[in-house]
């Protein structure tokens, strides 16, 4: 405020508008970035979980998804074959 900088009609103090991208195309970003860092192991459970996301999320887009539905699928409709996944070796 004393800087002279206070816009009395607050509209840059609100967040600007966020770009959405899909939860799918989020983790396939992901496992582009991590392909060249990662075990051939670590990379083909990624590629196989990378199916399930697909299929719990489809084309939700990631401001659209609740921590209750990330963390507890039991939340949310999902088949329940889609909710157990074993990541372990």
Same mark, same amino acid.
């Given at each position: 405020m004393? @800087?002279?900088?206070?816009d009395p009609s607050l509209a840059k103090y609100k967040p600007q508008k966020q770009e959405s991208i899909s939860v799918s195309d989020l983790f396939h970003q992901f496992i582009e970035y991590k392909r060249r860092k990662i075990e051939p192991a670590t990379l083909?459970?990624?590629?196989?979980?990378?199916k399930h996301v697909f299929a719990f999320f489809k084309n939700k887009s990631t401001i @659209?998804? @609740?921590?209750?539905?990330?963390?507890? &699928?039991? @939340? *949310?409709?999902? &088949? &329940?074959?889609?909710?157990?996944?074993?990541?372990? *070796?």
């Open positions: 004393t @800087s002279g900088n206070f083909a459970k990624y590629l196989g979980l990378e @659209s998804v @609740s921590e209750t539905v990330a963390y507890n &699928p039991h @939340s *949310a409709d999902i &088949p &329940p074959n889609l909710i157990v996944l074993n990541l372990e *070796a």
